[in-house]
C-alpha cells in the first residue's frame, strides 16, 4: 500500500485513468465492429458511413495513447481497403 501522501494521490489518479482508458478503447472497439458487421452484410453504403465515423475515433485514441499510432493508422486502411473491396 502507498505510504506517502503523494503515492496514494497517484495511485487514485491511476484507478481513474484506467477506467478512462477502458472506456475509450470499448468505444473504439465498438465502432470497428459496426465496420465489419457492415462488411460481413456486404451493404456498401453501411460499411462507408461506419468507417467515416470510425476513423476518427480510432486516430483520436491513438492520440490519447490508447492504440499506438501506427496500429491505428493500420487498422483504418486494412478497413478501408476492405470497403473499397467492396465493390
Not at 503515492?7 to 487514485?12: D, F, L, N, V
Request: avoid cysteine.
Amino acid at each position: 500500500m502507498a505510504n506517502t501522501s503523494s503515492a496514494k494521490k497517484a495511485a487514485r489518479q491511476r484507478i481513474r485513468r484506467t477506467q478512462v482508458n477502458k472506456a475509450r478503447l470499448s468505444k473504439t472497439n465498438t465502432f470497428v465492429r459496426k465496420v465489419e458487421e457492415a462488411l460481413a452484410s456486404g451493404d456498401k453504403d453501411a460499411a462507408n458511413k461506419a468507417l467515416k465515423a470510425a476513423e476518427p475515433i480510432l486516430m483520436r485514441s491513438s492520440q490519447k495513447g490508447i492504440v499506438h499510432k501506427k496500429a491505428a493508422s493500420r487498422k483504418v486502411s486494412r478497413l478501408a481497403a476492405r470497403v473499397k473491396a467492396l465493390a
